[in-house]
């Protein structure tokens, strides 16, 4: 029972995503429960967590607790700021990167048709969502960029394989379904069209 308590108590403290082996490091070695254990407990949490405001996730980074979607405007309350709001050239920009990475801002250029500023690169490196990870064997070598870890945490997602397929973005409108958390990041996140930098 004590490593339900302690799991638990980690997942809250720690502020973002816990690996395995993060949480196993808590323990010293002749205490440490096994991995089968652990997940155990984290699949234990997950059901005592199913019919409150809170919920454990996996995400890229390891295990969190967070806010439920369904209660979230609610606890958005509690900070005076509001969100930051993105451009839709950002949003598109980081769509692209997310979709077809590595790839140049040349190449994003060249599929959105006009310029990608240099606002926007920055806001989304800023925001640790995306990175360079290599730069094209071209002429000028034009970085390459690809989305990181953090882009993947902050969008709940565990990997890229998660993202919707451009089917499912289409259908958005009809019938939500299993990406409604990410329509739900999107929208409390998008700007109006009238602000095209970040």
């Known amino acids: ?15 973002g ?14 205490e440490r429960p096994t991995r089968a254990d652990l997940l155990e407990v984290i ?9 409150r405001g809170l919920e454990i996730v996996e995400v890229a980074g390891g295990y969190r607790i ?7 405007p609610w606890v958005a309350r509690l900070w005076d700021e509001r969100p930051g709001r993105y451009s839709r050239a950002l949003l598109e ?4 990167i997310a979709y077809r990475q590595p790839i140049t801002r040349g190449e994003i250029e060249e599929v959105r048709g006009v310029a990608v500023g240099t606002q926007i690169v920055k806001t989304l490196s800023e925001r640790e969502w995306i990175r360079v990870v290599g730069h094209r064997d071209v002429p000028g070598r034009p970085a390459l960029y690809a989305t990181t870890r953090k882009f ?3 969008f709940g997602l565990r990997s890229l394989s998660e993202l919707p397929t451009l089917a499912a973005i289409r259908d ?3 019938d939500p379904g299993p990406i409604q958390p990410m329509r739900d990041v999107l929208e409390m996140s998008a700007a109006t069209e009238d602000d095209p930098s970040a």
């Open 43 to 51: 699949e234990a949490l997950r059901l005592d967590y199913a019919d």
């Open 17 to 30: 995503p816990l690996s395995l082996d993060r949480l196993l490091g808590l323990f010293a070695e002749d």
């Open 152 to 154: 993947l945490d902050d």
């Open 66 to 72: 967070q806010v439920r979607a369904r209660v979230a």
């Open 172 to 174: 958005l409108d009809k």
């Open 93 to 96: 920009t980081l769509a692209l």
């Open 1 to 15: 029972m004590l490593l339900k308590q302690i799991t638990e108590a980690a997942l809250a403290a720690a502020g």
